[in-house]
């Protein structure tokens, strides 16, 4: 489509979505516009569905697809594991994106990619047609790598609480149960994996709720690394200050298998441990339609793109982005990256379907903060820019950094970063 | 009526597009992806949520000298100080100028 073509088509879009907001946006830019399927509602794929409108003046129309009916954030569920939040606090609507933004939305499952035929088939039978296809379908546990996790069962008692929902509050409910006295391990995977000082924080919610309902309990984190993997001094300093004789951190402790039925934990080299509570975190890879799909060409495991575009290296006219690609060095799997992902990609799709150039310099940045009690937060901070000789995204020198000690203030920003987030992936 | 202002936004970018292919000054739509980037806690095109602050419409020249003295250490901060020093001066400017222009 020529420029000029698309801007009457946008031109049409706008007086149309004047009227469009109270009829229902549904149709907005007719059935001429060029087609975007986005799959997976996640912080990846709402902000691509949201900026695709927004950044196409409302001409290009957006399919997402997204088989749970809302939105759960990772960020900020610890603390619903921790007891200080609920499910309430980190469950959010996708209304905005299809009234405000006149996304069509389809709760459903995608089974498959045709990229010949440029379709997607979903789950309950149907199939969409794309120009260009965004897959934000997160990440996929490699239960094969821990057997016993397999057994009929074992899922739903030894539970993973790494993709926000029913597990979190199941999670929490375990921790409730737990009498005073028992152990709650959490088992690491190796990097990379997604959020990584999710799991520290995680440590820490649970700790702060032991020492207040449970003192006798203790926490034993067993990380695969050979060290904490994010902002270690400082976890390791509100293990040490906060939560002493509750906390005991144990590095190169790689799982190899899980036993259910007993809630015990085998290594690679060391001996096996039992808890009352065991929350295993498993390997993880793209999620499954990307890998189904042929795009996780990374060891199998991550998918590759180029990232002027975050279009895949192995399908033309198919886009990935969030948690399931290929990282860039010191690049982490987040919710805030996969948010700057999406509007990267979203930039980049409104651009090659009306026959421009991508922008060839993209910069974004990451800010993750971690909560190591209700209120006091540490935060790591990333500056990321295109390299235009070595095709990848590369920190900035000199940018980026950690807090110098876990305060309240951060704590503060911290909600006011996630309020912000949502409403920049949502509304 | 939002969804015009986008369309009037989205015709000057057009235009100034085609301008800037003549200058240095960067692309307008490149340094509308740079300041999406500061969406996240400043909110979509810097209309912030309760308890960070909006750069919606905000002044251009207190925007660029906060920045820079962000990037200088010459004003305390508990992010900032961090993030302002991945961008050059000229970034910082032309994302403030983004911010400037959008409506409060």
């Known amino acids: 489509m020529k420029r000029r073509q698309f801007i009457q088509t946008a031109s049409a879009g706008s007086a149309l979505g004047a009227f469009g907001l109270m009829s229902g946006c549904a149709s907005i830019g007719g059935s001429s516009g060029p087609k975007v399927v986005v799959v997976g509602g996640g912080y990846g794929g709402a902000t691509a569905a949201k900026y695709v409108r927004m950044w196409s003046d409302y001409g290009i129309q957006v399919t997402l697809i997204e088989p749970n009916a809302n939105f759960w954030s990772c960020p900020i569920s610890n603390l619903v594991i921790g007891g200080s939040k609920t499910m309430a606090d980190v469950t959010m609507s996708y209304d905005n994106l299809v009234k405000r933004h006149g996304v069509n939305l389809i709760k459903d499952y995608v089974t498959q990619v045709d990229p010949d035929k440029r379709v997607v088939k979903l789950a309950s039978g149907g199939e969409v047609a794309y120009d260009r296809l965004i897959l934000s379908p997160g990440v996929d546990f490699m239960m094969d790598s821990l057997p016993g996790m397999n057994k009929a069962g074992a899922q739903d008692k030894v539970l993973h609480a790494w993709k926000a929902g029913a597990q979190t509050l199941a999670l929490r409910k375990q921790l409730e149960a737990m009498p005073d006295g028992g152990v709650y391990a959490l088992s690491i995977p190796l990097a990379p994996y997604r959020c990584p000082p999710g799991p520290y924080e995680r440590a820490c919610q649970v700790a702060e709720y032991f020492s207040k309902a449970k003192p006798k309990s203790k926490v034993l984190i067993l990380d695969a690394n050979d060290d904490v993997t994010s902002k270690g001094p400082l976890f390791k300093k509100a293990w040490a200050d906060r939560y002493k004789g509750i906390v005991e951190y144990r590095g190169k402790h790689s799982a190899v298998d899980v036993d259910a039925a007993t809630n015990t934990l085998k290594f690679e080299f060391n001996d096996d441990v039992k808890a009352a509570v065991l929350n295993v975190i498993p390997p993880m890879r793209a999620g499954d339609i990307a890998v189904k799909s042929g795009l996780a060409t990374a060891n199998k495991r991550w998918c590759e793109v180029d990232f002027l575009t975050f279009e895949s290296k192995a399908a033309k006219n198919v886009h990935v982005l969030g948690d399931s690609i290929q990282i860039a060095p010191a690049m982490p799997k987040s919710g805030h990256m996969a948010n700057q992902h999406g509007k990267t990609c979203a930039a980049a799709v409104v651009a090659l379907l009306t026959g421009k150039e991508p922008n060839n310099l993209p910069i974004y940045n990451n800010t993750c903060y971690s909560f190591v009690s209700s209120e006091d937060v540490v935060h790591v901070a990333s500056v990321h820019a295109y390299d235009a000789d070595k095709k990848t995204m590369l920190t900035v020198p000199g940018s980026g950094g950690v807090s110098s000690a876990a305060n309240e203030l951060e704590g503060r920003y911290a909600m006011a970063w996630a309020r912000n987030i949502w409403a920049d992936t949502l509304a | ?104």
């Not at chain 2, 301008?19 to 490149?30: E, I, K, S, V, W």
């Not at chain 2, 300041?35 to 309760?50: M, Q, V, W």
């Not at chain 2, 992010?79 to 032309?94: E, F, N, P, R, T």
């Open chain 2, 1 to 104: 009526m939002k969804n015009w202002s986008y369309l009037i936004a989205a015709v000057f970018c057009v235009a100034a597009s085609a301008q800037a292919q003549t200058n240095n000054t960067p692309d307008p739509l490149q340094v509308r992806s740079w300041a999406a980037g500061c969406a996240n806690c400043h909110g979509t095109n810097g209309r912030a949520e309760t308890g960070n602050e909006s750069l919606a419409g905000a002044n251009k020249d207190e925007m660029v000298k906060k920045m820079l003295d962000f990037k200088a250490g010459r004003r305390p901060a508990t992010i900032m100080h961090q993030l302002s020093k991945g961008y050059s001066d000229a970034q910082i400017v032309a994302i403030a100028g983004y911010f400037a222009a959008q409506k409060k």
